[in-house]
T-cell receptor
């Protein structure tokens, strides 16, 4: 079966750094994606990891360890507009995405 | 390129009625996916097409659900004899092989409310 776990909710302060963890156990692995989703809107692509290590893109970074089935999304210099749900998703052998339940991040002033 | 378009944005229907949603993918994307998302959950895979061929269907897709993608362009998702448990956001996404790892592009979804 497929199992992707991430925390349900997190709170952080504007200007701070927050790390959202994701662990996965899936049948097949072709890459791990992070998406941002504001309430009532479509998920939007943030990052993609297929090899172990850190991928950095502006204020957002994502890390992957395939041997541990673990990833994290790091958000720096938090802004109020970063309040959203963050979805961890694994592309499995069938070339479709399996999502975790999402982490709702609340950024406070 | 206007991204992935879904129509309608919102649909309210009475239990037992049939509904149909439409998705227009990005034109050069040959793969199209349908997902369902309920409040507080991540999207759940329903089905996907490569060109006009429906390659996989989730066990979530009961026999009341049918999806088509004639000519490998737009797709429709029909739900027959709707039930209150069908209330959800229905998301469409598209992608293409050899993509540059920018993943799947999602539409804004159709929010279905069954009353």
């Amino acid at each position: 079966g497929q199992n992707i776990d991430q925390p349900t909710e997190m709170t952080a302060t504007e200007g701070a750094i927050v790390q959202i963890n994701c662990t996965y156990q899936t049948s097949g692995f072709n890459g791990l994606f992070w998406y941002q989703q504001h309430a009532g809107e479509a998920p939007t692509f943030l990052s993609y990891n297929v090899l172990d290590g850190l991928e950095e893109k502006g204020r957002f970074s994502s890390f992957l360890s395939r041997s541990k089935g673990y990833s994290y999304l790091l958000l720096k210099e938090l802004q109020m507009k970063d309040s959203a749900s963050y979805l961890c998703a694994v592309e499995t052998g069938r070339r479709a995405l399996t999502f975790g339940s999402g982490t709702r991040l609340q950024v406070q002033p | 390129d206007t991204g992935v378009s879904q129509d309608p944005r919102h649909k309210i229907t009475k239990r037992g009625q049939n509904v149909t949603f439409r998705c227009d993918p990005i034109s050069e994307h040959n793969r199209l996916y349908w997902y369902r998302q309920t409040l507080g959950q991540g999207p759940e895979f329903l089905t996907y097409f490569q060109n006009e061929a429906q390659l996989e269907k989730s066990r979530l897709l009961s026999d009341r659900f049918s999806a088509e993608r004639p000519k490998g362009s737009f797709s429709t998702l029909e739900i027959q004899r709707t039930e209150q448990g069908d209330s959800a956001m229905y998301l469409c996404a598209s992608s293409r092989p050899g993509r540059n790892n920018y993943g799947y592009t999602f539409g804004s979804g159709t929010r279905l409310t069954v009353v």
